[in-house]
């Protein structure tokens, strides 16, 4: 995990240009870190509306086939398998948007330890924040 940790430290670091794409707008460009790149409203921390715009807007990117839900293989690896399962409050296979923003909704949570409402940068390294991550990118 700690090899983890670094790649995707350094991806972020140094590739931020390659997240850019996703994102729409002025600073997209200068992003080098989750939070520069959806932070709309520049405080240097993310809000939960922000997560879930850039997650809901993920969402309908891994939709490929347009069917409204999120299967396992279009999921692909932003979800392990338990994950998936849990959030799959239904039981159909599939993650509808709904089901999505609420894992969503359920790390951001777990991220935010200071319970501010917010993700600064520190919180977003945390596992759950990590897990967050894969889920808006
Ligand atoms: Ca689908
Ligand atoms: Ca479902
Ligand atoms: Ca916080």
């Not at 002025?26 to 715009?53: F, G, H, M, Q, Y």
């Not at 923003?101 to 359920?106: G, P």
Request: charged share 35%.
């Amino acid at each position: 995990m700690k090899t983890r940790t670094l790649l995707i430290s350094s991806l972020l670091a140094g590739l931020g240009l390659l997240a850019a794409p996703v994102v729409t707008g002025p600073k997209a460009l200068a992003a080098s870190s989750p939070i520069e790149t959806l932070d709309r409203d520049s405080d240097r921390t993310l809000d939960l509306e922000e997560v879930k715009n850039a997650a809901s807007a993920e969402y309908d990117q891994l939709d490929k086939d347009h069917d409204g839900t999120l299967d396992r293989k279009e999921a692909g690896s932003r979800i392990d398998r338990k994950e998936f399962s849990a959030a799959d409050a239904d039981h159909d296979g599939a993650l509808s948007k709904d089901e999505y923003l609420a894992l969503v909704e359920k790390l951001f949570k777990k991220a935010d330890t200071n319970n501010d409402g917010t993700l600064d940068t520190k919180e977003m390294r945390s596992k759950a924040g990590r897990a967050l991550e894969r889920l808006l990118r």
